[in-house]
Nanobody, 126 residues
Framework: QVQLVESGGGLVQAGGSLRLSCAAS????????MGWFRQGSGKEREFVAA????????SYADSVKGRFTISRDNAKNTMYLQMNNLKPEDTAVYYC???????????????????WGQGTQVTVSS
């Protein structure tokens, strides 16, 4: 099984930046489609960003496009989310997710991801 551990969350003022990391176990990380999701208080878990196995394609939610950048380093078994120009509405628990299978399902679909991290809290103050 795949184990995922997020880090890098914290408290930041509006307009600031944070960089989240997701460390994955195993030696087949390069085979996984990876994604970031977030869940605000009282809300459903929603798609944030995703990246393909070899980083040749990325996807972003409209709400974060132009502000967030997803990346991965397969040699380090790590995925990143660079978050710039943070807004109070970005406040949420952020989760990384891994999909070890080949599928044509949308990367925005929570159901395609088999493994999830424990989450890291991001709080943006106004």
């Amino acid at each position: 099984q795949v184990q995922l551990v997020e880090s890098g969350g914290g408290l930041v003022q509006a307009g600031g930046s944070l960089r989240l990391s997701c460390a994955a176990s195993g030696r087949t990380f390069s085979r996984y489609v990876m994604g970031w999701f977030r869940q605000g208080s009282g809300k459903e878990r929603e798609f944030v960003a995703a990246i393909t196995r070899n980083s040749d394609s990325t996807s972003y939610a409209d709400s974060v496009k132009g502000r967030f950048t997803i990346s991965r380093d397969n040699a380090k078994n790590t995925m990143y989310l660079q978050m710039n120009n943070l807004k109070p509405e970005d406040t949420a628990v952020y989760y990384c997710a891994a999909d070890p299978t080949r599928t044509i399902a949308s990367v925005r679909n929570r159901a395609r991801y088999d493994y999830w991290g424990q989450g890291t809290q991001v709080t943006v103050s106004s």
